[in-house]
């Protein structure tokens, strides 16, 4: 076998692999540099895959169930934003919440409105929301450094007391952060129910949570958490490309590599990789 | 004060009067109650189903029983965190550890003492996967929450690598291991009627009452609460807070653990991947609802006993997907919380 087959189906899974990342990543992006912790990225996700998913089955159109999976995930962002803003909420305890009610509620769905063995269904090509996905990390770059926008995020996330007493509403310009994460995320969820064609349970299978993992790796920087998600993306592909083949005459198991993610990630916490700054407001009122 | 408090203090004031979590509570009614409404199934019939389905009848009560045991103990495992100021998300991954461990325990050591050792070795396993959350978080400041959910995947890959390998039965088709002897069961301790007692709803008994004599009496539960309170006016008491947030959640662990292995020896018998089917998840919303003290544990995961067992019935009478009993999992977290922080900034 030559090399370049191998490469080239190496390059075009990571790219596939990371697509949703990218997306989820950049959700977690304008939330937790606004200050607002978010574990509900797999919620999101979730919920926007399957409302896109039943209303790709409802009308034959291809934009329309994108704008649904973007609707349901700005839905679920906007109750965050309501819980943790107004309610006062834990971050937290908030975040788990939407996540069950992702959960039970794409169960309900899929259970009783979703008819199995549909038809092909419209949907965008996947150039096109790969292409979103992968410009996204540096438009946020640039925006969160060269615009007022970006700046006043950086800073409500860093201190909303001194933000405050510089005229900026902390709640105002969370609701931004949040909405466009609900939009990244709803794409991130789009963009999974078009490559796989349909809608399955669980199909996030941990994708917001590993999305959240490149975030915190790559620092809360947007570039940098490109370069995680494709790194993770990267090891997806290698294990995908070596299932079945034995590594140094040992057989290792998948789930290994899988979980090498999650590892590296607790180890980037533990401090081993260098002093990755979170946003130092993060979780405050 | 801080700032930010006086502020949103002033403008929210809507909050304050008390509308605002009734409005929650409504809307969470009606998505429920529409979300019935919207397969068929009528609201009253079905709620009367799900606790038909969960109290109606010895056999189901016994069922009801085995769903709370181990969201009491998973309950007790996530309360005594957040008594500490900490949110264990990993008792799903100390749950899973602990009763693989369990399992593992229970086959090469059959009998009473392999019990024993089981349930040690369960204890263990969950306590050791927490333990790099709580250094982290102790000595390196590392968010809790994202250590715990990435230690979760961990778990639950490398478990289900090691039952799909060398900890297989060698007789089963799936990834599983091997069913322990009749000898490691643990046994009923009580009948009432046809009311089955297991022993694991005694220790789950024991676990939660314990926990709340040592946090009332104990010296060490003393400091976790002034750590959970004010973790700065906790250091300037004498309090060791870094040693306090590492037993704390070590310990925390290592109650998940034992409701993994409580789940195994007790209930289940065998361990697969699925052991835990979200009670760690779960065992949030048990400990969040139980409020203050840990006998509220009791209630709270009765209640989310009632749902787990009563759930599986309206699916199959009503058509009413499991899913929801999820919904009103998420709901009722959340108007819990909503009624904590009611009191902690207006009762204070």
């Known amino acids: 076998m030559s090399m370049l087959p191998i490469a080239k189906s190496l390059a075009l899974g990571t790219i596939a692999w990371s697509a949703p990342l990218v997306l989820a990543a950049m959700g977690g992006f304008t939330s937790e540099r606004s200050g607002i912790i978010n574990i509900a990225l797999e919620g999101k996700m979730l919920t926007a895959a399957c409302a896109g998913f039943v209303c790709s089955m409802v009308w034959s159109n291809p934009y329309l169930p994108v704008l649904a999976a973007i609707g349901s995930a700005t839905l679920l962002s906007l109750l965050h934003w309501l819980l943790t803003q107004k309610y006062r909420l834990d971050h937290v305890v908030s975040g788990m919440a939407i996540n069950a009610i992702a959960a039970g509620g794409t169960n309900y769905l899929n259970n009783r409105f979703v008819s199995i063995g549909t038809s092909q269904i419209q949907v965008l090509p996947m150039t096109a929301l790969w292409a979103i996905a992968y410009s996204l990390p540096f438009c946020l770059f640039l925006y969160s450094r060269y615009t007022r926008g970006g700046l006043r995020l950086f800073a409500v996330g860093n201190d909303p007391d001194k933000s405050r007493l510089l005229g900026v509403q902390p709640q105002r310009v969370r609701l931004l952060g949040l909405v466009a994460t609900g939009v990244f995320t709803g794409l991130a969820g789009a963009l999974l129910f078009t490559s796989a064609g349909q809608f399955t349970e669980g199909m996030t299978a941990g994708k917001g949570f590993i999305a959240l993992a490149a975030l915190i790796i790559g620092g809360w920087r947007p570039l940098h958490a490109l370069a995680a998600c494709l790194a993770f993306g990267f090891f997806q592909a290698v294990q995908l490309q070596l299932q079945g083949t034995k590594l140094a005459g040992a057989d290792i198991p998948a789930q290994v590599f899988t979980s090498l993610p999650y590892i590296i990630t607790v180890v980037a916490l533990a401090g081993f990789l260098g002093k990755s700054k979170a946003p130092a407001g993060l979780g405050r009122l | ?348």
């Open chain 2, 1 to 348: 004060m801080r700032l930010s408090a006086a502020f949103a203090k002033g403008r929210s004031s809507w909050i304050r009067e008390g509308w605002a979590l009734w409005a929650l509570i409504v809307a969470s009614v009606l998505i429920i109650y529409g979300s019935f409404i919207l397969v068929g199934a009528p609201p009253g019939q079905t709620s009367l189903d799900l606790i038909r389905g969960s109290l109606g009848s010895a056999a189901r009560i016994t069922g009801t029983l085995r769903e709370v045991t181990p969201l009491l103990i998973a309950g007790a495992a996530v309360f005594l965190a957040l008594k500490a100021g900490l949110f264990n998300i990993g008792v799903e991954g100390q749950f899973t550890v602990g009763g693989l461990a369990a399992a593992v325990v229970a086959l090469r050591i059959p009998g009473p003492p392999g019990v024993v050792l089981a349930i040690a070795a369960g204890m263990l396993a969950g306590g050791l996967l927490a333990l790099p959350a709580a250094a982290i978080k102790a000595y390196r400041g590392g968010h809790e929450v994202i250590t715990t959910i990435m230690l979760n995947n961990v778990a639950g890959l490398i478990t289900t690598a090691l039952v799909a390998g060398p900890l297989k039965a060698p007789d089963s088709q799936s990834p599983e291991t091997a069913t322990v002897s009749a000898a490691s069961y643990l046994p009923d301790i009580l009948h009432v009627g046809a009311i089955e007692v297991s022993s694991g709803l005694l220790i789950g008994t024991l676990v939660a009452a314990g926990l709340w004599i040592w946090l009332k009496r104990g010296v060490g539960g003393y400091e976790l609460r002034a750590v959970g309170a004010n973790p700065i006016a906790a250091r300037f008491a004498g309090i060791d807070v870094r040693r306090v947030i590492l037993r704390a959640m070590t310990w925390s662990g290592a109650i998940g653990g034992l409701a993994g292995s409580v789940q195994v020896l007790g209930f289940q018998h065998y361990f697969n991947p699925d052991l835990s089917s979200g009670y760690g998840f779960d065992a949030l919303g048990v400990a969040l609802i139980g409020g203050s003290t840990p006998l509220g544990l009791f209630p709270s995961a009765t209640l989310f006993g009632i749902l787990n067992k009563g759930g599986t019935t309206i699916q199959v009478i009503d058509q009413v997907p499991k899913g929801i009993t999820y919904v009103v999992l998420g709901m009722l977290m959340v108007i819990a919380a909503a009624i904590r922080f009611r009191k902690v900034a207006f009762v204070n």
